[in-house]
């Protein structure tokens, strides 16, 4: 995750303040914010999200939402699946190019291989709930921008009610500071257990993560083994 626009780099900002104010144009607003800090008081209002009375009327809404600027480049959104009533939930980052293009989350190359690392603690995908951070894909793949989390964050915490699994994973460092509220790296959160709302929290790399450094598998490995220790405890 990075912290909101590159002020660093003085091109890069002029594009995204250009962006925001056309995306706020569409809104029928006439100014740019006072700084970009301010980018979540320039979200719409009524852009608060309420409790849904179900996972369906959830999904509806993520696939509606225009709260962020992610809304502009999607194809589609991509709300969580799996049964709202399962035990463990894995949480990504955001879509990818396939994934935004199919709507479903994890069905690219690194969703393959979530499959494969479900499986390999005797589950399969369809007994898991697999969703990400944000519902939309940001553009070439970058991280999500810290405002850009905030503004889907009740959807999570929405999937998270409604679904009330008893242990969360966390894929990759996004997902694993948004839901511990830290900057701590993934390394420093995974390998042990974590309280998240009375529930597990067990992170571990982010399969696309994997894929580019195979040798954090075996790390990634225990992580696994650990999720289905308490896996079976909880039975
Ligand atoms: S990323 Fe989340 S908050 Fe932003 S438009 Fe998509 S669903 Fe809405």
Redesign the pocket.
Same mark, same amino acid.
Not at 65 to 68: A, D, E, K, S, T
């Given at each position: 995750m990075v912290p909101g626009p590159d002020q660093t780099n003085p091109g890069r900002l002029v594009g995204q303040l250009q962006e925001l104010l056309e995306f706020q144009k569409d809104w029928g607003r006439q100014f740019l914010p006072k700084s970009v800090k301010n980018q979540e008081a320039a979200l719409p209002k009524g852009s608060l999200h309420r409790p849904y009375e179900s996972g369906a009327a959830l999904s509806r809404a993520?696939v509606e /939402?225009?709260? /962020?600027l992610?809304?502009r480049n999607?194809r589609q @959104?991509v709300p969580g699946e799996g049964p709202q009533n399962s035990i463990l939930m894995f949480i990504g980052e955001g879509p990818g190019f396939e994934e935004d293009q199919q709507g479903r989350p994890f069905v690219g190359p690194a969703g393959q291989l979530l499959t494969k690392m479900i499986q390999a603690i005797n589950l399969t995908r369809e007994e898991v709930y697999i969703t990400n951070v944000?519902? /939309?894909r940001p553009p070439e793949n970058r991280d999500p921008f810290e405002n850009?989390v905030e @503004? /889907?964050r009740s959807?999570l915490e929405e999937e998270i009610r409604l679904v009330d699994p008893r242990i969360l994973v966390p894929l990759g460092s996004c997902a694993a500071q948004t839901l511990t509220r830290t900057k701590k790296k993934i390394s420093d959160l995974r390998g042990r257990i974590l309280d998240f709302k009375n529930r597990q929290l067990i992170a571990t790399y982010h399969p696309a993560y994997l894929l580019r450094n195979p040798g954090a598998k075996r790390e990634a490995w225990e992580d696994l083994k650990r999720v289905r220790r308490e896996y079976d405890g909880l039975q």
């Open positions: 993520i /939402c225009q709260n /962020c992610l809304a999607r @959104a944000v519902k /939309c850009e @503004a /889907c959807f």
